[in-house]
């Protein structure tokens, strides 16, 4: 069983940062951690993941240069620090593992 808890959306202007953090417990060891977002009226589209081996970011082209993802392993934690942000990027950002999901959190970036 694994566990997440995504926080620290919230609203902002076009050009601000954010930072989100993605607390994990339970069987996690060894798996990828993914963030999505889903904007409304829109599906789910993936934004980044860390490999568990290499702790290796990796990122979907839309946010390549802008966001950032890093990993406090004492804490079980992934942060998903999101700057220069567009109106295009308000959404609803989960964590994931394997099939686990948080509730997500949201992020509203105002023009």
């Known amino acids: 069983q694994v566990q997440l808890v995504e926080s620290g959306g919230g609203l902002v202007q076009a050009g601000g940062s954010l930072r989100l953090s993605c607390a994990y417990s339970?069987?996690?060891?060894?798996?990828?951690i993914g963030w999505f977002r889903q904007a409304p009226g829109k599906g789910r589209e993936f934004v980044g993941g860390?490999?568990?081996?290499?702790?290796?970011?990796y990122y979907a082209d839309s946010v390549k240069g802008r966001f950032a993802i890093s990993r406090d392993k004492a804490k079980n934690t992934d942060y998903l620090q999101l700057n220069s942000l567009k109106p295009e990027d308000t959404a609803v950002y989960y964590c994931?593992?394997?099939?686990?999901w948080g509730k997500g959190t949201p992020v509203n970036v105002s023009s």
């Open positions: 994931n593992i394997l099939q686990y």
């Open positions: 339970g069987r996690t060891f060894g798996y990828d």
């Open positions: 860390t490999t568990w081996s290499s702790e290796t970011p």
